[in-house]
């Protein structure tokens, strides 16, 4: 089935500083990767998500980047601050209502003030 | 904003007990997912629902796992006979028709005693 890996687990960066995050999929047919922020108890929250059809995506100090060929994509926030200290969550999906979103094992990232 | 609401937020059981967790979904949305979080661990799929049945479901839900949605608004998963390896955060996610975004509760957190 299909697999997300994800790395590094834990991040520490310099506030204003910028953090990659990078994964891997399994499954050639996902066509949709979202990101996801999860504050400690909470849900897990949208922050950007990108289409096999689409190689970047930028949303203010987030992007996104797609290698479809590689089955690889990450994540780059720049001009970090406190409130980005968060676990990030990759994921993968087919891209369909009824489709199930398969997580990477999250990336705990902390901003160093 | 239209949000996706669960209850209880905060389940204690005791093992072998039956317990039911409830999803109210957004109003339009028809296709629905159960999701689980082991404390300090991804987030990972149980089942999607869609028509009245069961879309897709992993090997994590087992026969002791049920879904129903028995009044046209909640949706609900039911745990029939607890063990200390449910404890977990269960996330209920509803999406619409051609979308591809997941909307999460706030999540149940379960403890299995």
């Known amino acids: 089935g299909e697999n997300v890996e994800q790395h590094p687990s834990t991040l520490s960066v310099q506030e204003g500083d910028s953090a990659v995050i990078k994964c891997t999929y399994s499954?050639?047919?996902?066509?949709?990767f979202p990101w996801y922020k999860q504050e400690l108890g909470k849900r897990p929250q949208l922050i950007i998500d990108?289409?096999?059809?689409?190689g970047e995506k930028k949303d203010q100090r987030i992007a996104v980047t797609l290698n479809k060929t590689a089955k690889h994509f990450s994540l780059h926030i720049t001009e970090t601050q406190p409130e980005d200290s968060a676990v990030y969550f990759c994921?993968?999906?087919?891209?369909?209502?009824?489709?199930?979103?398969?997580f990477g094992s999250g990336t705990r990232l902390s901003i160093r003030p | 904003e239209p949000e996706v609401t669960q209850t209880p937020s905060h389940q204690v059981t005791q093992m072998g007990q039956e317990v039911i967790l409830r999803c109210v979904p957004i109003?339009?949305?028809?296709?629905f997912y159960w999701y689980r979080q082991i404390l300090g661990q991804k987030v990972e799929f149980l089942v999607s629902?869609?028509?009245?049945?069961?879309?897709?479901k992993s090997e994590i839900f087992d026969d002791q796992f049920s879904v129903e949605r028995p009044d046209g608004s909640n949706f609900t998963l039911k745990i029939r006979s607890t063990k200390l390896e449910d404890s977990a955060m269960y996330f209920c996610?509803?999406?619409?028709?051609?979308?591809?975004?997941?909307?999460f509760g706030p999540g149940t957190r379960l403890t299995v005693l």
């Open positions: 994921a993968a999906s087919m891209r369909s209502s009824a489709s199930k979103i398969i």
């Open positions: 499954d050639s047919a996902s066509n949709y």
């Open positions: 990108i289409r096999s059809n689409v």
């Open positions: 109003s339009n949305h028809l296709y």
């Open positions: 629902f869609y028509n009245n049945e069961i879309s897709e």
């Open positions: 996610a509803t999406t619409g028709v051609f979308q591809n975004e997941q909307f």
